[in-house]
């Protein structure tokens, strides 16, 4: 289907794995994908100059594939939506309060930011990828853990947690970009 082995294939004849069968069966594209967050990750780490459309929309965007996440991965039956919107929500408020964009800036004539270099957003990316590629892998392989209640919603919980994250920096830049506008038109 999208290139993923068999549990048969990812489990050796004990029934064991060794790190170099889960890489070794790791389709390309997921390598692909590592490859262009980390490109991404190096990128969001120095200073730079962004429009305005992707600043506020990959947030978003983030978000939505998240919420899909839960719902493709765990399904409609688990009460796992209230528990993504308490991780999302839990963090949008404690980060917006105590992880503010500093020494970003919103220039009105290019409808630009100018961006201060960070490694939060390449680690929260991360945290994102890691979490699904484990995800699959567990599944592939057939552990029932992950279908026990606690784990999946613990499991919403986290990518409500990373959601949140993505989403406080964008409410922060939006107010950023209002005040300017707001200023320069004033």
Do not use: C
């Not at 999208?2 to 594209?29: C, I, K, M, N, R």
Request: aromatic share 12%.
């Amino acid at each position: 289907m999208l290139g993923l082995p068999s549990s048969q294939e990812l489990l050796g004849a004990d029934g064991l794995l060794s790190v170099g069968e889960v890489l070794a069966a790791t389709p390309w594209w997921a390598y692909a994908i590592l490859i262009g967050l980390i490109l991404m990750g190096i990128r969001e780490s120095r200073n730079r100059v962004v429009s305005q459309y992707i600043v506020l929309g990959t947030p978003m965007g983030i978000v939505i594939l998240s919420f899909l996440s839960v719902l493709i991965t765990f399904g409609f039956s688990k009460p796992t939506l209230p528990f993504w919107l308490v991780g999302i929500s839990l963090t949008t408020l404690l980060s917006y309060h105590f992880l503010p964009m500093q020494r970003a800036a919103f220039h009105v004539d290019s409808q630009r930011f100018s961006m201060p270099g960070s490694v939060l957003p390449f680690l929260v990316t991360l945290g994102v990828f890691f979490t699904k590629y484990t995800i699959v892998l567990v599944m592939l392989i057939g552990v029932t853990a992950i279908e026990r209640t606690g784990a999946v919603l613990g499991l919403s919980f986290l990518y409500g947690l990373f959601s949140g994250l993505f989403l406080s920096r964008s409410i922060h830049l939006w107010k950023l970009r209002r005040k300017a506008l707001l200023t320069a038109y004033a």
